[in-house]
């Protein structure tokens, strides 16, 4: 089931979200973040975007979610969206259809460009993104440094074709 999150869901995603920070290079976090920082980032995004949940018999098993790309007013149609799901509930096809429901909530909002930034390799990511629409548009060589190494990072980007803002 998908839902709205709420920040009582705070620990079930920082339960999702920790094991890859600890674990690997697809987040560039290096500290587990606290249930309280979470609770913080889900109340703080739900007051502009949409962050949502997969729930299964009762328990968060993914999260996806939007925050804005740049701060200054011109990127207010533009953002960077997130997707995590456990590591035991990939290849089940949860993450396409949790993911597209956030793109289907962030166009009825009104945005334009939604942005996937993906660090490198990751070719179930790349995969994901790519059937949902998006398109490779950049690569940044080695930005981040996790695990004694350096990563580079894809950005992939969805457009709304006929998008225009009503105002401004």
């Known amino acids: 089931m998908i839902r709205t999150a709420t920040s009582s869901d705070a620990e079930a995603i920082c339960a999702v ?15 587990p973040v606290s249930e309280a920082d ?11 975007l949409p962050w949502i949940v997969w729930e299964e018999e009762g328990s968060v098993i993914g999260y996806a979610y939007a925050s804005k790309w740049k701060s200054r007013c011109a990127y207010r149609y533009a953002v960077e969206s997130t997707i995590y799901l456990q590591e ?17 909530k962030l166009k009825a909002q009104g945005i334009h460009t939604v942005i996937g930034g993906i660090a490198l390799p990751n070719s179930a990511s790349q995969r994901l993104h790519e059937k949902l629409g998006f ?17 580079d990072v894809g950005y992939w980007e969805l457009i709304f074709p006929g998008a225009v803002p009503s105002s401004g």
């Open 38 to 48: 979470m609770r913080v980032r889900i109340e703080e995004t739900l007051a502009v």
């Open 88 to 104: 035991n509930a990939t290849g089940r096809g949860i993450g396409l259809k949790l993911y597209a429901e956030l793109i289907a």
């Open 17 to 31: 979200y920790n094991h890859y920070v600890i674990g690997s290079c697809i987040t560039f976090e290096e500290e």
């Open 135 to 151: 398109k490779k548009v950049a690569q940044f060589e080695q930005v981040g440094w996790k695990f004694n190494r350096w990563i």
